[in-house]
């Protein structure tokens, strides 16, 4: 177990709806980045919060937004869903934004979009 | 055109025998390129990390290579286990000002008795 846990572990939702995904990060971290993996395919990234701050993203349109908490916790939201938003969301924690340090990867949610 | 190519996309061996799988990337400034072991459904788990001035990481049967002058890894397993069965992700790192991450698509490795 790498100390980083998800919420929830599976979800249905429809076309149009919004979501919010939740993170815990392992103790200590202050960095998490936020992925999307398609079945079959390697993790998209999202964007990374550092501190509370947006510190990179990539191409995700501005429906994908995120937050970091004094905690460092985090949430994913995504707006208006759509059929192709249906992947497994994984968030990872890191002790630094910009060390080699191993990303710690939590388990995933499932979101499905019918 | 992904900037981070796996080879093989898949590959089946049997027990015991050993195995290497490629990964070229194209980005830059280069910081950090990881090699991680995905089992189905679950997040990623790290095998080893390598920076530009490294060119060979090990972590038990796992030894990574890094050419940063032609731009390619590989990760060679050694004697296969049936729990090898996975799939292995090259992931390259880049800080331009802000943090990004590239992952490729993954060699899914089945292995069999």
């Known amino acids: 177990e790498t100390g980083v846990t998800q919420s929830p572990t599976h979800l249905i939702k429809t076309r149009g709806q919004q979501v919010t995904l939740r993170c815990s990060s392992q103790s200590g971290h202050n960095t998490v980045s936020w992925y999307q993996q398609a079945l079959g395919q390697g993790p998209q990234f999202i964007f990374q919060y550092y501190r509370e701050e947006e510190n990179g993203r990539g191409n995700f349109p501005p429906r994908f937004s995120g937050l970091q908490f004094p905690n460092y916790s985090s949430e994913l939201n995504v707006n208006a869903l759509e059929l192709d938003d249906s992947a497994l969301y994984l968030c990872a924690s890191s002790p630094r934004v910009s060390s080699p340090d191993t990303q710690y990867f939590g388990p995933g949610t499932r979101l499905t979009v019918l | ?113």
């Open chain 2, 1 to 113: 055109k992904n900037q981070v190519e796996q080879s093989p996309q898949s590959l089946i061996i049997l027990e015991g025998k050993n195995c290497t799988l490629q990964c070229n990337y194209t980005v830059s400034p280069f910081s950090n390129l990881r090699w991680y072991k995905q089992d189905t459904g679950r997040g990623p788990v790290s095998l080893t990390i390598m920076t530009f001035s490294e060119n060979t990481k090990s972590n038990g049967r796992y030894t990574a290579t890094l050419d940063a002058d032609t731009k390619q890894s590989s990760l060679h397993i050694t004697a296969s286990q049936l729990s090898d069965s996975a799939s292995y992700i090259c992931v390259v790192s880049v800080n331009t000002g802000g943090f990004k991450t590239i992952f490729g698509a993954g060699t899914r490795l089945f292995v069999k008795a």
